[in-house]
């Protein structure tokens, strides 16, 4: 029977009881049926780094070879890019890669990607080093020739030895932040401590700021030569510009609200006793839908615009937009009001 250490804490004891509460909640979670009884017949590979380690003689272990060979393999794209334990030397998952680059029991790697440098929060062993080839001492061999007219000693030059000089491994070239994938960038983010959500682009942008301040990565600097130069424009063809893209919002705005009643309506006819009407929100003559707080669009319910603030009977405007658009309906049913009166 394993004789436990003497030395171990009662706050280092709790410590590693809590984390593997909380691994094994994150790894049961999202887990289908089926590969919960499969987890739960067979957790050695999880536990692995939480369960002490059998005496010599019970333990089964694979031979050294086969886990230093496996340690040694080059990577491959098309298997499980996640790193496994593997006696404490690391290897890459047999399982073929799935969605999102993993099989499904990984999608929570614990010992990092295969493809990147081992973490450092674990106990990992040392490679051994293989031992180099033993050099043969080549000694040069002197010939001594006897001839009758004249002795003379002829001293054969023994040909140079050739030595052979290992060569330097190659640098790992780093992947530029705008190439990584979606899972290398939460990675990397999450080894410098920053929030891992967000879209590619919002992960992108977190992880160049984050170097660029010193810390990593630089950021890819493009020289001055290489950049393109922008043609100074006339103001017209800004105003132009100006123009259309104005003149595009104002349509789409106009086709998202049709779009709205007509999705409305049919909700209505569709099933009339399960639709709601929303409530409406009066506010400086013009009416508005209100959700609690929340202020919509009557013409386009998913269109939120601003919170009501029910104590000061004001509305805090989402944009300024918004507010310019509630005064124009403000002067043009003022405008209405006008026209009714003077008939």
């Known amino acids: 029977m394993p004789v436990l250490a003497k030395n171990i804490s009662v706050v280092s004891h709790n410590t590693h009881i809590r984390d ?3 691994d094994t909640l994150a790894r049961v979670d999202g887990l289908s049926q089926e590969e919960f009884e499969r987890f739960r017949d067979d957790p050695s590979e999880f536990l692995a780094a939480y ?3 059998l005496p010599e ?3 089964k272990k694979a031979p050294k070879g086969d886990v230093l060979a496996r340690a040694r393999a080059d990577f491959n794209p098309e298997k499980c890019h996640a790193r496994i334990w593997n006696s404490g030397y690391g290897c890459q998952c047999s399982r073929k890669a799935g969605e999102g680059d993993f099989c499904k029991n990984h999608v929570n790697h614990k010992w990092g990607l295969y493809n990147e440098p081992k973490p450092q929060d674990h106990a990992w062993k040392c490679m051994p080093v293989e031992a180099a080839p033993a050099e043969v001492a080549v000694e040069e061999v002197v010939v001594e020739v006897a001839v009758e007219a004249a002795p003379a000693e002829v001293a054969v030059e023994a040909a140079p030895v050739e030595v052979a000089v290992e060569e330097e491994p190659a640098p790992v070239e780093e992947i ?3 190439k990584m994938k979606v899972a290398e960038l939460r990675e990397k983010l999450k080894e410098n401590g920053l929030s891992s959500k ?6 992108i942008e977190r ?3 984050h170097m660029a301040a010193g810390v990593g990565l630089q950021r890819e600097v493009i020289p001055l030569e290489e950049k393109p130069k922008r043609k100074p424009r006339k103001k017209k063809e800004v105003k132009k510009e100006v123009e259309e893209i104005i003149e595009k919002d104002e349509e789409k705005i106009e086709k998202e609200a049709e779009q709205a009643v007509v999705e409305r309506f049919a909700q209505l006819e569709a099933d009339p006793e399960v639709y709601e009407e929303p409530e409406v929100y009066e506010y400086q003559d013009v009416e508005y839908y209100i959700d609690g707080d929340e202020l919509f669009d009557k013409l386009n319910r998913k269109r939120k615009v601003g919170v009501v603030d029910q104590d000061e009977d004001i509305i805090l405007w989402l944009s300024p937009e918004f507010e310019r658009e509630h005064e124009e309906k403000r002067g043009s049913q003022g405008d209405e009001s006008d026209v009714s009166d003077s008939e």
């Not at 967000?198 to 992960?203: A, D, Y």
């Open 20 to 22: 593997l509460f909380r």
């Open 51 to 53: 369960l002490l380690p």
């Open 57 to 59: 003689k019970a333990a």
């Open 176 to 178: 530029p932040i705008a």
């Open 198 to 203: 967000g879209k590619k682009k919002e992960l």
């Open 207 to 209: 992880l160049e700021d």
